[in-house]
Structures are given as structure tokens and as C-alpha cells.
């Protein structure tokens, strides 16, 4: 009982840490802006994707800290608003990337979006990926908790962008390393797996792997015919949810 319930623990602490790294982040470039009257004027969208993206690493900890005191049935009723949350944060995030790979394939000057559509795109999916398979596999916890965490750590790219960019300023590096940053969550999460239980779950063991392909891969994959196809299809879904915008 006293291994399962320091598991249940060192799981609401490595999403607390999770959810600090997100609030960080976005306070420089987002939350900080805001509350000083600073933040430039953005489409409604961009501010509908940031706060269900807040409130979705809020849940997060807060889900899990539900587990731990046992608290299941409650749990499962916010599992709702995480479900409504993920969906809003996917759409918003997809048609932003969208709306900035159309314009910035019309412009004639280089530009982040063509640099870092792609690679954002992949965050995007496995995001989705991961957070649907804990869906599926919710009564299985041992699952859905690591699936979790590893769709949490996929989502983390852009907040771990502006840290990064913070502490070393917009150099080239910066993007990769700050996609891939986010992977040690997961490999955090392989520490403690190793640590209670002697192995390393399966969900680590394809998650990790998987994150690191997709989201180098389609960075390097980006300046390639493959990566313009890719950066064309972005564009098209920005031409078409562009009205919402």
C-alpha cells in the first residue's frame, strides 16, 4: 500500500512540475504581457487556444492529486472538461498553425512559421495521439496515467520555446532543442518507473521513442519536398478555418 500510494505521489509531483514549466514559459511571452497591458492585439482565437491551454495544465495536477486521495468518481466527472478542453486546445492550435503557415507562404520575406510550422504541427499530433489512446485505456490506470503524461510532455514545445529563448536569446538551436526539451518528462517519468517498480513501462518505452522521431523528424524533414508538402497542407487548413480566425 505504501509503494502504490509514494507512486500515486511522485505522479501528482511530476505534473505539478509539468504544469510550472507550462505557466513559466507562457508567463514571458503571454500571461506577463497581459497583466501589464502590454500583450499586442491578437486574434480571439490565439487567446481562446492559451487559456483552454491553461486551464487544461491547471486540470492536470489536479486529476492526478484526485487519484491520489482516492477520489475517483470526481476524477472521472472533470475527465469531461479535460476531454472539452483538449478538443478546443487541438482545433485552436491546429488553425493558428494553419493561419500563420498560409500567410507566411505567401510572404516573400523568411519567417519562424516556415522554420517551425512542421515541427509545431507534430507537437499538435502527439499530442492528440497519446491523449486519445488514455482515453481509450481510461479503466486501465497503469496506462492512462503514463499515456497522460507523455501527451502532456508533447504539449509542452511551446512553453519550453520560450524559456529557452529567454535564457539564450533566438538562436538556431533554440527550436529543436526546446521540442525535444520536453521529452525528459518523460524519461523523468522512466526514473520513477525504474525506481517503485523495477521496470519501465511499456507506454514510456514506445512513447519516448516515438515523440523524438516524430518531432525531429519533421523538423529536419521541414527544408525537404516532404516538408513543403507538409507546410502546403497546413496552408490549405488555414485557407479553410481561416474565418475563424
Keep these: 500500500m505504501t509503494n502504490k500510494s509514494n507512486r500515486h505521489a511522485d505522479f501528482v509531483l511530476l505534473t505539478l512540475a509539468m504544469s510550472a514549466t507550462v505557466y513559466l514559459g507562457f508567463w514571458f511571452t503571454y500571461f506577463g504581457p497581459i497583466v501589464a497591458g502590454a500583450y499586442p492585439k491578437s486574434s480571439p482565437l ?53 493561419v500563420q503557415m498560409r500567410d507566411a507562404l505567401a510572404s516573400a520575406e523568411p519567417s519562424f512559421w516556415l522554420a517551425a510550422g512542421p515541427a509545431i504541427f507534430a507537437t499538435l499530433i502527439l499530442f492528440a495521439a497519446f491523449y486519445s489512446a488514455a482515453l ?13 503524461i507523455v501527451a502532456s510532455a508533447a504539449g509542452m ?30 524519461v523523468a517519468g522512466m526514473v520513477l518507473d525504474q525506481l517503485r517498480e523495477g521496470r519501465i513501462h511499456l507506454v514510456y518505452l514506445i512513447g519516448l521513442p516515438v515523440c523524438v522521431a516524430m518531432e525531429l523528424g519533421l523538423y529536419l524533414a521541414t527544408p525537404t519536398p516532404a516538408g513543403q508538402v507538409i507546410a502546403r497542407g497546413l496552408a490549405w487548413v488555414g485557407n479553410s478555418l481561416g474565418f475563424l480566425y
Design 136 to 148: 481509450v485505456l481510461r479503466r486501465n490506470g497503469a496506462y492512462h496515467k503514463r499515456l497522460i
Design 46 to 98: 490565439v487567446h481562446l487556444h492559451g487559456w483552454t491551454f491553461f486551464a487544461w495544465y491547471l486540470l492536470l495536477p489536479l486529476q492526478a492529486a484526485l487519484i491520489r486521495t482516492k477520489r475517483v468518481r470526481l476524477h472521472r466527472r472533470l475527465g469531461y472538461t479535460s476531454l472539452a478542453l483538449a478538443s478546443v486546445m487541438f482545433l485552436s492550435g491546429l488553425t493558428v498553425v494553419g
Design 157 to 186: 514545445g511551446a512553453a519550453a520555446f520560450r524559456i529557452l529563448g529567454v535564457a539564450f536569446g533566438q538562436v538556431m538551436w533554440v527550436l529543436p532543442a526546446s521540442i525535444l526539451m520536453t521529452n525528459l518528462f518523460i
